[in-house]
């Protein structure tokens, strides 16, 4: 990668925020500020774990891991409906619900449910996540 | 050798495809189910990849419930509050279900909540009749799915062997996530451990298809095929 990175990472994580993904930006940042740890050696004693912080590539290369990986369960769910098909007539949704007893003394409904609503260009996102992973894979 | 240019151009359409902003909406605990699906889809992979056959009930509405509702947190298998979806399989004469997000009693007695299981069919019928919580004793399969997480501590691994120690005789117990973690690969790596499969996604089918010939084999295995 090229001395570059600190802008492009900058450019990544003003990208989100401009996008709504505010909180994805946010733990990026997080993550990034934490540093990482690694073993150094002091004269005279074992080896100690010292903290240190990213260099620009490290730090984009967990900013763009954290990316895809914040975007690929889209591709995650697309995947798994096409093996439920295969086993069903049709498929319209999938849904999480939450469960309960009957009479509770707080009803279910507010609960939260999750439902993904089908989105075009998965198939394309798909290959365009592929294609980053194995840059990153030769970065 | 990749480009930072190349990188950033990737980056660039990613971003600009609009399934990735609305992928990027997601919470952690929706990320967290979304993945447990895939696990599950892929253990039906590996059933159907062993020539087993699978239908997928709902247990108020039977074959192919639509929509397929999964549990949006840990829940009982004989629930019927919602019309809970579980996958019916069989393989070679054995018949088992893969179910999601189910609470089992461990042999201390504690209620455990296993992502992804497998657990003989004929039990569960009698679980689902009489509305009891189903033990450990024909719990064949415990997997843990653990969404991406910059931090993955080995305390998970820990957890999950704590909690398989729970379950009794397991034919298949099995950690995967789509993160990466050299701490848990090592923790992973004693013998008796539960298998680990990181990195565990679509856009690794290398890796999905190393996890879903495991789990064939393993079930041929447990399900005397030959």
Known sequence: ?139 | MATYKELQDAVEKVLSNPAARSSLQFNSATRERVFEVYVFSLLIRAVKQAKGNVVIKGINSGDNPNPIVFRGSPGHMSSRSQDFAYAECSLNGKEFEIHLGVQYVGTSKALHEVDVSIFDHDRAEQIRAEGILPSTRNLRVAIECKFYDSNLGVTLGRTFVGLISDLGGLKIKSFTSNGRSAGLADYFSKSDRPNPFFALSPLRPAVADRFVHSIEQDLRKWCSVY
């Open chain 1, 1 to 139: 990668m090229a001395e570059n990175t600190q802008q492009a990472l900058d450019e990544l994580l003003n990208r989100l925020r401009r996008n709504n993904a505010q909180s994805v930006a946010d733990e990026i940042a997080r993550v990034v500020a934490r540093g990482t740890t690694e073993e150094i050696e002091i004269k005279g004693a074992a080896k100690e774990l010292s903290q240190r912080p990213l260099d620009p590539d490290e730090a984009f290369r967990v900013a763009v891991e954290m990316l895809v990986a914040s975007i690929e369960p889209i591709v995650m769910k697309n995947h798994a409906m096409k093996v439920i098909e295969e086993n069903m007539d049709t498929v319209t949704s999938i849904e999480w619900r939450q469960d309960f007893v009957e009479k509770s003394p707080i009803a279910p409904e507010g609960y939260e449910e999750i439902s993904i609503p089908d989105s075009e260009g998965v198939e394309d996102l798909e290959k365009d996540l592929k294609k980053l992973v194995k840059l990153m894979g030769e970065a």
